[in-house]
């Protein structure tokens, strides 16, 4: 990254796809700057650089580039891949962070919070942009959404029916509890019918999922 196209990035100033941060910035809070572009649309991060735009550089207290490519494995779930580079300006040097949009999303904090990137800040991500961002990953359906209050009857008894003949099951002359059992467990689960514990494992992503934004 050339030296006038930073200037350009400095002179746009903090937005969607840039920000910037001092050379002392914690390590919790640089981690979050990753996490949200992950979970956005990418974006780069200016290190040595205060909010106004104005020069600060980096110190020679630590190994930046290294420093960059720990937090992102450590400090991130799943971890991300980030290019970092340096470069001198105004006779400084500031590093320049690449982020680019996460092919694992959702990525959270080791606290278990997730981020995303809206205009020039990041928050924690909604339940409703944390269900797409798990949708986008397949893992999370909206055939497997629990409805609240529904009941077994309310079903469509004949779809249910001609589904488990497609098995070789009928499920016709099977009373209420036995019927719900079959549905439940994996006595008929074959290749082609999702196990149970396959329902539970997305139920259970989504739930700790919403608990961990609160």
């Not at 497609?166 to 999702?194: A, N």
Request: hydrophobic share 35%; with cysteine.
């Amino acid at each position: 990254m050339r030296s006038d196209y930073i200037e350009e990035l400095i002179r746009q100033g903090e937005n969607t796809s840039i920000e910037f941060k001092r050379g002392d910035v914690r390590t919790e809070n640089l981690a979050k700057e990753l996490i949200a572009f992950s979970n956005s649309s990418g974006g780069v991060v200016l290190l040595g650089i205060e909010d106004n735009g104005g020069v600060q550089g980096l110190g020679n207290d630590r190994n930046y580039e290294q420093w960059v490519s720990n937090l992102s494995r450590n400090n991130v779930i799943p971890p991300i891949s980030v290019d970092y580079a340096e470069r001198v300006l105004e006779g400084k040097k500031i590093g320049i962070i690449r982020v680019p949009k996460g092919k694992d999303r959702p990525y959270q904090y080791i606290s278990g919070r997730f981020y995303v990137r809206v205009g020039s800040t990041n928050r924690i991500a909604s339940l409703n942009e944390l269900m797409r961002l798990f949708q986008q990953r397949g893992f999370y359906h909206f055939d497997l959404t629990q409805i609240e209050q529904a009941h077994f009857g309310q079903l469509n008894q004949t779809a249910l029916d001609k589904y488990f003949q497609s098995y070789d099951v009928s499920i016709t002359e099977m009373d209420l509890d036995e019927k719900f059992t079959c549905c439940k467990t994996r006595t008929f689960s074959l290749r082609r019918v999702k196990p149970m514990w396959l329902d539970f494992w997305y139920s259970a992503s989504i739930h700790n999922a919403t608990c961990r934004t609160h």
